[in-house]
Each structure stands twice: as structure tokens, then as C-alpha cells.
């Protein structure tokens, strides 16, 4: 399985915009649906968007849909997370996956996946 890795967290005031990244050294995302998850401490790991790979049909669980966008640039081997107007919830460590499985709102590893990354740090507060 393809090796990801993620980046662009780091500390922002509620209300703000954040742009997570999603790549790959050695492969290509382009063959891959992708999605972010985030874990926050005490929670189990939860979907949080994702693409497919022709970048056209998307998926969001529900409290950040209207506020997070993702989208891919297959030409820089990039999958984006833009977080506009966070809050203190969407206080996280975010990880993408590939090859999850999306359906409406539900995003989830699929079944087996194993190949998680680092992560990188949301943190929401003023």
C-alpha cells in the first residue's frame, strides 16, 4: 500500500482557515480515492471527507460539510484539506488514508488498512 503523509496543521483561532496536504513520495495518489480523518484525544478515529480519484465526487460527515473542502491536484500528487471557520471540536490529529470506503456522510478505512501515517496536529484555540 501506498505510504502518505500529511501536513499543514498547526495552532489557529476559532473562526479561521487551515490548509491540510496530502502526498506521497515514490508513488502516485492518482489511482486512489483519498480520505482525512482526524482522531481527537479520547476519540476514535473518524472520517472526515474524501475524493475520489477523478476528484469529482466528494463526501463530508456532517459537521464540517460546508466548512471543509477537499479536492486533489493529481498533477503535483497533492489531496487538499482547506478547513474554513474551525472550531475548538476540529481539534485534531489528521491523517489521510487511501482507498477508503465513502457512502453519503460515512468515511471509513477500508476494511484492514493499516498504512497510517504520522499525522499532523489541529489545534483550534484562541
Known amino acids: 500500500q501506498v505510504q502518505l503523509v500529511e501536513s499543514g496543521g498547526g495552532l489557529v483561532q476559532p473562526g479561521g482557515s487551515l490548509r491540510l496536504s496530502c502526498t506521497t513520495s515514490?508513488?502516485?495518489?492518482?489511482?486512489?480515492?483519498i480520505g482525512w480523518f482526524r482522531q481527537a484525544p479520547g476519540k476514535e478515529r473518524e472520517g472526515v471527507a474524501c475524493?475520489?480519484?477523478?476528484?469529482?465526487?466528494?463526501h463530508y460527515e456532517g459537521s464540517v460539510e460546508a466548512r471543509f473542502i477537499i479536492s486533489r491536484d493529481n498533477a503535483v500528487n497533492t489531496v487538499y484539506l482547506q478547513m474554513h471557520n474551525v472550531k475548538p471540536e476540529d481539534t485534531a490529529v489528521y491523517y489521510c488514508?487511501?482507498?477508503?470506503?465513502?457512502?453519503?456522510?460515512?468515511?471509513?478505512?477500508?476494511?484492514?488498512?493499516?498504512?497510517w501515517g504520522q499525522g499532523t496536529q489541529v489545534t483550534v484555540s484562541s
Open positions: 488514508a487511501a482507498d477508503p470506503v465513502c457512502m453519503g456522510s460515512s468515511i471509513v478505512p477500508r476494511p484492514g488498512y493499516r498504512n
Open positions: 515514490g508513488a502516485t495518489l492518482n489511482d486512489y480515492a
Open positions: 475524493i475520489a480519484t477523478n476528484g469529482w465526487r466528494k
